[in-house]
């Protein structure tokens, strides 16, 4: 299928030679954030945060709905069981699979590489064809709908960049091919919109003298000169500076076009340096080669320091695993003149030398001066480093005095790229790294360092993890489709030829990628155990084995991960490393608050933010972006890990840093927890997904501390969270082991309340009876009218789900006083005990004496913007008017509960809505709907796995009714057939067909 995007100017689609409507603008901004990631996978809640912008993002709901709706547009006609092939789910997130001539931005970055490189070959007729193709690609600014977005910014920085280069290369190209006349105009107009671009100035005066103009010419240098000092207040570079030289000469060169002589061509030095890595046959660009040519030996004199920096590195035998799209990125940079000095940066053994021995590899036919490789692990002091740069590509030169001097002799004039190796200790010799390359034109460098040189004209390539398994654990398949496990199953076969990946081991051989969080050398070392351990005892014994020395001919920094966690961790000063200590208290990520909060220590006077960062420059640490678009912050689990080991060799910080965290999780919880009961529930709902694992691992320091008051609050703030997002056996085990401490009796009760709700909403009612009845106990002891108001009502609710009907109502009647003293979560509770009574009573007498109940209960939610309760009265409401056989109005309860169901996430609470809704299709004689909807229902119940909603009592007989009825008119294979197709449904398309959403 032929699919075009457009996002050089207004966004477009076309499929099949049609143009393709994209929806609202939400809908286009999902898909321009997976357009500008070029092809690379966006974490969901990444692609919430930038669609949505700094406006409240979206539930995972609708942006699943958002991504279904734009499959259907760009896969017209795929069956609905067929994976999708253009976006794609990948990981914890998707991705948008087009070649790059699918997309303009991608085909105006390959032709203006192949003009570029034309040009640069001499063929400049060819040049200009290619330019001027991908020029005419824009049809106004890049991403011209999402200008402010900040998830465009870097991308629309980088076409813009890259189309004034092309428009520059194109007047090149002209000039080369005597078009000197005729782009004068075009020229002028360039200099006036882009005053600051020297390249364009010396065109324009280039093209003048070229013309006959050469007063206008020494005009147009005169201005350029004006430019720049009024606006950036320095004097021009030396091309500017060498065309006034030629121009007042009259130098012949200019006269007439010259014959542009292809790189290969450029005269060769006196002393070839030793190239490295040699070049690749043309079968296998990437596969083992052969040892590099080894480098003449310097002279006796040379430090041993330098010696050693000039060793090749390890060659590996092995292929680099998923790594191929980091290899043309690099490569793609480092192609263009405005990217000569590129750094890897990334946290150590995540593989950053072994991608820039790749790239270089890839790089042999563009830099036919060679490739020099500079190990400088051992070099401690950063005044060597252009020492040892020098002895590397001139073996045995004599230095003198003015070493960056004779380096800048040796390199310029030759097309060369310069590796330079484990950079982050001698960061301090960057500035003198960013003056070589800006007095060596043909230069080019590439730098792998844990941290950033964070100098002018550096663009840093993070080398992230490899991807980790997603979807099913059981499908071997699946699972060995990440590139961690295939690196983890290749290595491991290495050492054991039997090994493979079954439905058996694949679970736990995901778990172990997961725990060493992707990072190519743990994996190794950890795959390297396969000959003696399965994977079973393998991810049982995981902190032993990684212990362990890896392979042999690896440095002795990267023999173990903890040596290669001990060389970054040896290099930070010591506000770093006491920051790095105490971050370990966290749970996956966190804000800057709470990283201060933790990391300024027992006084709060530590300094938080210097430090963390120069972690994260480190890459100790690493950046990702919440769903408002905020910093949050963390560390991969092997170095937490090792920042945790740290952390428990000081008793007093240990404890200082837990008790700090748990303070500080603790007042969010509680707080999130009112919010969770009002206007504000789907936002702090959001918030409290993203600190739920640093909230619970603050409830089991606290167990662990002795601090069950602690524990208790944080379990108290959390419960209705966990019944909201189903996590009830997390929540029930938290409680449970809280209630084995002592606790003060109204605390006590809640506890025993939360504990309750978690045992009820997995239909335990029986535990959920003693638990209320407890709590109910324990509050009146301690005489805590609103620990009574939460267990009281829980009482009533297992009679209601028991078929008490009558004790039920009497025991809500007595709740309501309670409720009406309870304090902040009183008017909460009171709207749902009213809704829980008109339902006793629907049960008793019928629907006319509970509907004033019940629409007393909604009409307080919805006066506090109460989603909860707000869909509980509608469901109640939905039931008494199919009672009444009002199945109209049934649906527009049913239909306003979908979309707040959607809001909230709440599966469970939405298959009862479904199930209802199929009744009343029956009732308006759909069959297909009736039975998909049951499809739907069907799936979300055993996606939660526990009926949570055990006080709804509709009529089941109805809807297994609704089924017979269905079955019976489509025939049993139609029926089953729509079943499956509500059960393929994720949540965003089951939300949308349940309320008809075109």
């Not at 971050?583 to 933790?598: C, I, M, N, R, Y």
């Not at 009907?805 to 979560?825: H, M, N, V, W, Y």
Request: negative net charge; proline residues 6%; glycine residues 8%.
């Amino acid at each position: 299928m032929d699919i075009q995007v457009g996002v050089l100017g207004p966004m477009t689609a076309t499929v099949s030679g049609r143009h393709t409507g994209l929806g609202g603008l939400r809908q286009r901004a999902v898909l321009a954030v997976l357009v500008a990631a070029r092809g690379r996978m966006v974490p969901e809640d990444r692609l919430r945060a930038d669609a949505w912008g700094q406006t409240r993002s979206a539930s995972a709901a609708t942006l699943h709905s958002y991504v279904g709706e734009l499959r259907k547009l760009l896969e017209p006609g795929r069956p609905a069981r067929q994976p999708a092939q253009v976006l794609v789910r990948e990981g914890v997130g998707y991705a948008l699979r087009l070649d790059a001539e699918a997309v303009d931005a991608e085909w105006f970055t390959t032709l203006t590489e192949r003009g570029q490189h034309l040009l640069q070959g001499g063929d400049a007729a060819a040049a200009v064809a290619a330019l001027r193709e991908g020029l005419a690609l824009w049809r106004g600014p890049a991403y011209a709908e999402f200008a402010d977005a900040t998830f465009a910014l870097p991308e629309i920085a980088r076409l813009d960049g890259l189309r004034l280069a092309a428009q520059e290369d194109l007047y090149a190209a002209e000039l080369s091919t005597g078009r000197h006349a005729v782009i004068v105009g075009d020229l002028e107009k360039h200099t006036a919109e882009h005053p600051l671009s020297e390249r364009g100035w010396e065109l324009l005066t280039l093209a003048l003298y070229r013309s006959g103009r050469q007063g206008d010419a020494l005009g147009a240098l005169r201005a350029a000169r004006r430019t720049l000092a009024e606006e950036l207040g320095v004097d021009p570079g030396p091309g500017l500076r060498q065309l006034e030289t030629a121009v007042l000469a009259q130098d012949d060169d200019l006269a007439a076009p010259p014959a542009a002589r292809p790189a290969s061509a450029a005269p060769r030095p006196a002393v070839r340096p030793s190239l490295w890595p040699p070049a690749p046959p043309p079968a296998d660009p990437d596969g083992p080669q052969a040892a590099p040519v080894a480098a003449r030996p310097p002279a006796p004199s040379d430090a041993v320091a330098v010696a050693a920096a000039r060793r090749s590195p390890h060659t590996p035998g092995t292929p680099l695993v998923g790594r191929d799209r980091d290899i043309a990125e690099v490569a793609a940079l480092l192609r263009r003149p405005e990217h000569r000095l590129v750094t890897l940066t990334g946290t150590g053994g995540v593989g950053k030398t072994r991608l820039a021995v790749a790239v270089s590899r890839r790089l042999a036919d563009d830099f036919p001066d060679g490739t020099v490789f500079v190990a400088l692990a051992s070099v401690r002091d950063p005044a060597l480093v252009l020492s040892v740069v020098g002895h590397a590509v001139a073996p045995g030169a004599q230095e003198g005095l003015d070493v960056e001097a004779l380096v800048v002799d040796q390199v310029r004039g030759r097309r060369m790229l310069l590796v330079l190796d484990n950079f982050e200790h001698v960061t301090d010799a960057a500035p003198a790294v960013a003056r070589l390359v800006a007095a060596c034109p043909l230069l080019s460098v590439l730098v792998t360092s844990r941290a950033a040189l964070r100098v002018r004209d550096e663009t840093v390539h993070p080398v992230h993890p490899l991807d980790l398994p997603s979807g099913s654990r059981t499908d071997p398949e699946a699972v060995g489709s990440a590139s961690a496990v295939r690196l983890f199953v290749e290595r491991a076969r290495a050492v054991a030829p039997g090994f493979a990946l079954t439905p058996d081991n694949a679970p736990t051989v995901a778990a172990v990628c997961e725990r060493l969080a992707g990072i190519p050398l743990a994996l190794e070392i950890a795959a390297a155990k396969a000959r003696f351990l399965p994977p079973s005892l393998l991810l049982a014994r995981l902190d032993e084995a990684m212990a362990a020395d890896g392979a042999r001919d690896l440095p002795d920094r990267q023999r173990t991960m903890r040596a290669t966690l001990d060389w970054s961790y040896g290099l930070l000063g010591e506000p770093e490393q006491r920051l790095f200590r105490r971050l370990g208290a966290f749970s996956d990520s966190f804000t800057l608050e709470a990283a201060e909060a933790v990391g300024s220590g027992p006084e709060g006077d530590d300094p938080v933010l210097g430090p963390l960062a120069e972690l994260v420059d480190q890459s100790l640490v690493v950046t990702v972006t919440d769903r408002d678009g905020r910093f949050r912050y963390r560390m991969l689990e092997p170095v937490a890990q090792y920042a945790r080991t740290h952390l428990a060799r000081g008793r007093a910080e240990a404890w200082a840093a837990g008790h700090a965290h748990a303070v500080y999780f603790l007042e969010l919880a509680e707080r999130a927890a009112l919010e969770h009961m009002g206007a504000e529930q789907v936002r702090w709902l959001e918030v409290t997904d993203a600190e739920h694992g640093n909230m619970t691992r603050a409830i089991h320091w606290a167990l662990s501390d002795g601090s069950p008051e602690t524990a208790g609050r944080l379990g108290w703030a959390l419960w209705l969270y966990w019944w909201l997002r189903g996590d009830l056996l997390v929540g029930r085990r938290a409680l449970e082991a809280t209630l084995e401490q002592p606790l003060p009796a109204g605390l006590r009760s809640r506890v025993q309340s939360a504990a309750a709700a978690m045992a009820f909403a997995q239909g335990d009612f029986a535990a959920a009876g003693r638990w209320w009845q407890q709590a109910d106990a324990d509050g009146e002891t301690a005489q805590d009218v609103a620990a009574r108001a939460h267990a009281l009502p829980g009482i009533g609710l297992v009679a209601l789900a028991e078929g008490d009907p009558g004790k039920a109502a009497a025991l809500f009647r007595d709740s309501i006083p309670l409720a009406e003293r309870a304090g902040a979560t009183g008017p909460w509770l009171w709207s749902l005990i009213h809704v829980w009574l008109g339902t006793a009573i629907m049960m008793e007498t019928g629907p006319a004496d509970a509907v004033p109940y019940i629409e007393l209960g909604l009409a307080s939610a919805r006066s506090r913007g109460d989603l909860l309760a707000i869909y509980v009265a509608l469901f109640n409401l939905s039931q008494a008017r199919i009672s009444e056989g009002d199945h109209e109005r049934a649906r527009e309860h049913l239909e306003e509960g979908v979309r707040l169901s959607e809001q909230t996430r709440d599966l469970a609470n939405l298959a009862y809505f479904l199930d209802t809704l199929a009744v009343v299709e029956d009732a308006a004689g759909d069959a297909v709907r009736v039975a998909t909807l049951l499809g739907a229902a069907q799936s979300l119940r055993e996606s939660v796995g526990s009926p949570v909603y055990g006080y709804y009592q509709p009529d089941d007989s109805l809807r297994d009714a609704a089924a017979v009825h269905a079955r019976e008119t489509l025939g049993g294979a139609a029926f089953d057939e729509a079943v499956a197709v509500g059960r393929s449904f994720t949540f965003g398309e089951t939300v949308a067909y349940a309320v008809r959403r075109p």
